[in-house]
């Protein structure tokens, strides 16, 4: 079946540090892949996403980019602010349309 | 324009008790998605509902658990004899096209209902 593994958290940084966090995925077909935020008493929303290999996806400074060989869609930004602190989930959705969650990553950013 | 909307935004019930809780999509939107987030399980897919086709049902984790949607819009999940397990975070999302299309598989997510079954 379909599965998404990203890194544990919760991951502590502080303003204008590097973020990285890990996605790989296993999955039938060919599967588009997702980074949805949650920030603190909020909905989920969509990040970004990138629906074929190579694509890279990328929005308020995040970036993604869909490796087929290695399984792999890792969130970085370059310089993180206070206002990243979330959680972070990376999802995938294959032929079956439904979305398949990691576990989710909780960055908190200091100041 | 509007987004997904859920209500109620809180739940408290007691072991036992039917409850139902609504979701209105995005107006337009075809498809519907109910997922449930809880701390044990994270984030899991339980029904989705695409135009006037058979619903997808197979994330429903048991019987007492269904859903139906009206008028291919309004969607009501319903949890009868609800269980303190059932304590969650239940999340509506919607999205515009069906499945093999270009972009379709973008789905917004509305602010969820929390549930509390004591």
């Known amino acids: 079946g379909n599965s998404v593994t990203q890194m544990e958290g919760p991951v502590t940084l502080s303003e204008e540090a590097f973020l990285t966090i890990n996605c790989t995925y296993t999955?039938?077909?060919?599967?588009?892949l997702f980074w949805y935020v949650q920030y603190p008493g909020e909905g989920l929303q969509l990040l970004l996403k990138?629906?074929?290999?190579?694509d890279k996806g990328s929005n308020k400074g995040f970036e993604a980019t869909y490796r087929k060989e290695t399984t792999s869609f890792h969130l970085e930004k370059g310089s993180v602010q206070v206002s990243d602190s979330a959680v972070y989930f990376c999802?995938?959705?294959?032929?079956?349309?439904?979305?398949?969650f990691g576990a989710g990553t909780t960055v908190t950013v200091r100041a | 324009g509007a987004g997904v909307s859920q209500s109620p935004s809180n739940k408290v019930t007691e072991k036992g008790k039917d409850v139902e809780l609504r979701c209105d999509p995005i107006?337009?939107?075809?498809?519907l998605y109910w997922y449930r987030q809880s701390l044990g399980q994270g984030l899991e897919f339980l029904i989705y509902?695409?135009?006037?086709?058979?619903?997808?049902k197979s994330g429903l984790p048991s019987d007492r658990f269904s859903a139906e949607r009206t008028g291919g819009s309004v969607s009501t999940l319903t949890i009868q004899r609800t269980q303190q397990e059932d304590s969650a975070v239940y999340l509506c999302?919607?999205?515009?096209?069906?499945?093999?299309?270009?972009?379709?598989?973008?789905?917004?997510f509305g602010p969820g209902t929390r549930l509390t079954v004591t």
């Open positions: 999802a995938l959705s294959a032929n079956d349309y439904k979305l398949s």
């Open positions: 990138a629906t074929k290999a190579d």
């Open positions: 999955a039938t077909g060919y599967p588009s």
């Open positions: 999302a919607s999205s515009l096209r069906s499945p093999g299309l270009a972009g379709a598989h973008e789905q917004y």
């Open positions: 509902f695409q135009g006037n086709s058979a619903p997808d």
């Open positions: 107006s337009g939107h075809t498809a």
